[in-house]
């Protein structure tokens, strides 16, 4: 059973429309991350939120961290192609480095 | 700055043997390193957890004696995929972790291994 469940597990957009990623559990973090791989590479990481209620954005991307520190979501603005990829969710328990990942969301943004 | 890198980037070897993977942390001191295998369009699982001078502490279900795991410094781990099968064939990715209070991992490129 994985500790956060993301959704969907698949997304294919047209350029220049909006997409949401979830992620979700019932176990408290302390801190959240959102990664994107690219095929046959490591993950690269997009944002560490650790503040219940927090709201970061990296240009067209805006990330949430829910009140509870139980569950984030992902929205992409206008999406382009250089999007697509792998979008992975991952949390940390309280006093601890170890990584729980979500099963992963695949973006696909058509020219 | 934080960047974690892996070598061999792909290994093909044949079964029965045995191969190592090294991790380094280029540009800041890793206190804890992670070992993950990946399977096609699936997610990330935690294979073990890796202290500088400890024993590596393994997730359920992974053999430690099939995957040795050696933090020798701080910028250094090594997985070694011993008697490899095919079953093995899977990609590696190591992240490290600069502690402190850090929370992120940063994660090297990956290691693809096909054992023939």
């Known amino acids: 059973t994985q500790l956060l469940e993301q959704s969907p597990q698949f997304l294919s957009i047209q350029e220049g429309e909006n997409l949401t990623v979830y992620c979700n559990s019932s176990s408290v973090f302390s801190s959240l991350q959102w990664y994107r791989q690219e095929p046959g590479e490591g993950p690269v990481l997009l944002v560490t939120?650790?503040?219940?209620?927090e709201v970061k954005k990296l240009k067209r991307l805006t990330f949430q961290f829910g009140d509870a520190r139980k569950d984030s979501s992902l929205h992409i603005t206008a999406a382009q192609p250089g999007d697509t990829g792998l979008y992975l969710c991952a949390g940390s328990p309280v006093n601890d480095y170890k990584l729980s990942f979500g099963a992963g969301t695949t973006v696909t943004v058509r020219a | 700055g934080a960047v974690v890198s892996q070598h061999p980037s792909w290994v093909i070897c044949k079964s029965g043997t045995s191969v190592k993977i090294e991790c380094r942390s280029l540009d800041f001191q890793a206190t804890t390193m992670f070992w993950y295998r990946q399977f096609p369009k699936q997610s990330l699982m935690l294979m073990a957890t890796s202290n500088e001078g400890s024993k590596a502490t393994y997730e359920q279900g992974v053999e430690k004696d099939k995957f040795l795991i050696n933090h020798a410094s701080l910028t250094l781990s090594t997985l070694t995929v011993t008697s490899a099968h095919p079953e093995d064939s899977s990609f590696y990715i190591c992240?490290?972790?600069?502690?402190?209070?850090?929370?992120?991992?940063?994660f090297g490129p990956g290691t693809r291994l096909t054992v023939t």
């Open positions: 992240s490290a972790v600069s502690g402190q209070g850090a929370y992120e991992q940063y």
């Open positions: 939120v650790v503040t219940g209620g």
